[in-house]
């Protein structure tokens, strides 16, 4: 999977153990127990983590009322945001395909 630099160092440092995406045709193939390699967009680079649990929603609202926030990558003093979701993804999507939050443990 690709990401952003920024969700990318948080993943790379920890602070960040849950990924969210739409749960689209390629992300419902995803199993508990599952490799996933991410990529920084920016510069290439790559980290392996294993799937530890999926969490599936209707919308990201749902989502982040369900999950922690310091989980999701935000800081304490962030707000956490389900609006932030919207420049990824079209209601629509998010309509038909729901949204899932993949748990990951960096390997």
């Known amino acids: 999977m690709r990401l952003h630099p920024e969700p990318f160092e948080k993943i790379k440092n920890g602070t960040k153990i849950i990924e969210m995406r739409l749960n689209d045709e390629k992300r419902q193939k995803i199993q508990i127990g599952d490799k996933i390699e991410f990529e920084n ?3 290439g680079e790559k980290l392996s ?3 530890m649990a999926l969490y599936r929603f209707s919308n990201f609202e749902e989502l982040y009322r369900s999950l922690s926030k310091r989980d999701l990558g935000y800081a ?4 956490a945001n389900p609006e932030d979701m919207s420049q990824y993804y079209s ?6 395909f729901g949204v899932v ?3 990951i443990h960096k390997l």
Not at 76 to 79: A, H, L, W
Not at 91 to 96: A, G, N, W
């Open 41 to 43: 967009r920016a510069n």
């Open 49 to 51: 983590a294993i799937v």
């Open 76 to 79: 304490d003093d962030e707000e």
């Open 91 to 96: 209601e629509d999507d998010i309509r038909k």
């Open 101 to 103: 939050g993949i748990e």
